[in-house]
Structures are given as structure tokens and as C-alpha cells.
């Protein structure tokens, strides 16, 4: 049970919009703990996606963007298209545990 | 180019040792803090460890601590993860990672490519 709670699954088809929410507590996320986003392509190693709530490292897409609020974040995929399919992971860091924090993980599928 | 290289994972019997290692090049290896991540198969990420620059502060997952050590030695540019007792449960691949900056607000911006670990009799 992950600290960090993300839906297991999301999809859309290609062009759309999803949106992938990861909701955290007053420990992590809600005490101010910057949120980023991880893409995991099948059989790859993670890569950094979304840093510091809502910036793109270069080479990113525009399509990707994130937001936070509160004690939650969410991430935006927008104009879907099948090479977006892989699992995406929020990580923060949380004061009660003094340590780094990642949601269990959302996989996407584009239909 | 920014690399990092684990080393030392394989099959383990239940309480057992392994030493992990990871060397770090591309980068001023003592400037930044290093962790390390695992993965256990069809599961997803998990944080269990991390160390500062200069080694002198360290953290641990729960699931870990007490067991697991963190260490570095910044002459080499390697990072170890020298772990003990070791579970079925710590059955996964591990990852070393490149950290941003100190403290909280870091994050993971460069990952090897991951090294198996399986604790099985």
C-alpha cells in the first residue's frame, strides 16, 4: 500500500485526454513537498518526466503537463498517441517517514 | 554523458548477504546525492534508500533499515547498498539513481539500467 495513491489503470484513445491523479496527505504533498513524475516504458528504466510539480526536462512533449493542489497532483497527457502507453509514477518526499515517497504506479493504455 | 553502472546482484539464499555497487560517471560524482530504488517483479517503484554528497547523512525506507547500509566512496565515484538478512520480499531489480539537489525537493533525474537481485532457496 503505497503512501502516494494513484488509480491502477487509465485509457484513452489516440488524441485524447487523460488526466492520472496521485493524492498524498498533510506529510507529503499537502506540506508543500514538490511532486514528480516518472514514464516507465515496457521493459525500461524509469525516466524522469515532470520535476519540481510542473516542469518538462528538455525533450519532453508539451502534451505532458502536471499541476498540484492541496495535498494532490495530477499529471495531463494530452493528443494520446500509442507510444505514451507505459506506467507513470508520482514520487514526493514525506516528513513522517524522512524519506522519498512513490505512488504504487498508473498503467496506461491507448486503445 | 551522464552515466550510471549497478553491479553485484543474484541469487541469494534467505538471510543472506549481497554488496551492490554502483559506479557513477559523467558528472562530479561527490556533488550530488545518490539512491537507490527497486523494483520487484510486475510491482512497481520503490524507494528504500539515499545518501548526501559527502556521505555523512542517510536515509532509509522502513522496510529496509536495520538491514540495508548505505554507503560511498566519492575517490571511486561508486555507490554501495550492502545488504543483510535478506527476504524473499527483497526479491526485485535495484536501481541506482542520480539525485538533483539536497534535501527533500530532489528528484531521480538519471537511473541505471538496474541490477537483479533474487532471494530464494
Known amino acids: 500500500q503505497s503512501v502516494l495513491t494513484q488509480p491502477p489503470s487509465v485509457s484513452g484513445a489516440p488524441g485524447q485526454r487523460v488526466t492520472i491523479s496521485c493524492t498524498g496527505s498533510?506529510?507529503?504533498?499537502?506540506?508543500?513537498?514538490?511532486v514528480h513524475w516518472y514514464q516507465q516504458l515496457p521493459g525500461t528504466v524509469p525516466k524522469i518526466l515532470i520535476f519540481?510539480?510542473?516542469n518538462r526536462p528538455s525533450g519532453v512533449p508539451d502534451r505532458f503537463s502536471a499541476s498540484k493542489s492541496g495535498t494532490s497532483a495530477s499529471l495531463a497527457i494530452s493528443g494520446l498517441q500509442a507510444e505514451d502507453e507505459a506506467d507513470y509514477y508520482c514520487?514526493?518526499?514525506?516528513?513522517?517517514?524522512?524519506?522519498?515517497?512513490f505512488g504504487g504506479g498508473t498503467k496506461l493504455t491507448v486503445l | 554523458e551522464v552515466q550510471m553502472l549497478e553491479s553485484g546482484g543474484g541469487l541469494v539464499q534467505p538471510g543472506g548477504s549481497l554488496r551492490l555497487s554502483c559506479a557513477g560517471s559523467g558528472f562530479r560524482f561527490n556533488t550530488y546525492g545518490m539512491t537507490w530504488v527497486r523494483q520487484a517483479p510486475g510491482k512497481g517503484l520503490e524507494w528504500i534508500s539515499a545518501?548526501?554528497?559527502?556521505?555523512?547523512?542517510?536515509y532509509y525506507a522502513d522496510s529496509v533499515k536495520g538491514r540495508f547500509t548505505i554507503s560511498r566512496d566519492n575517490s571511486k565515484n561508486t555507490l554501495y547498498l550492502q545488504m543483510n538478512n535478506l527476504r524473499a520480499e527483497d526479491t526485485a531489480v535495484y536501481y541506482c539513481a542520480k539525485m538533483t539537489k539536497s534535501g527533500s525537493s530532489s528528484h531521480f533525474d538519471y537511473w541505471g539500467q538496474g541490477t537483479l537481485v533474487t532471494v530464494s532457496s
Open positions: 545518501i548526501s554528497g559527502s556521505g555523512y547523512t542517510t
Open positions: 498533510t506529510s507529503n504533498i499537502g506540506a508543500g513537498f514538490d
Open positions: 514520487q514526493s518526499f514525506d516528513n513522517s517517514l524522512n524519506g522519498w515517497v
Open positions: 519540481d510539480n510542473n
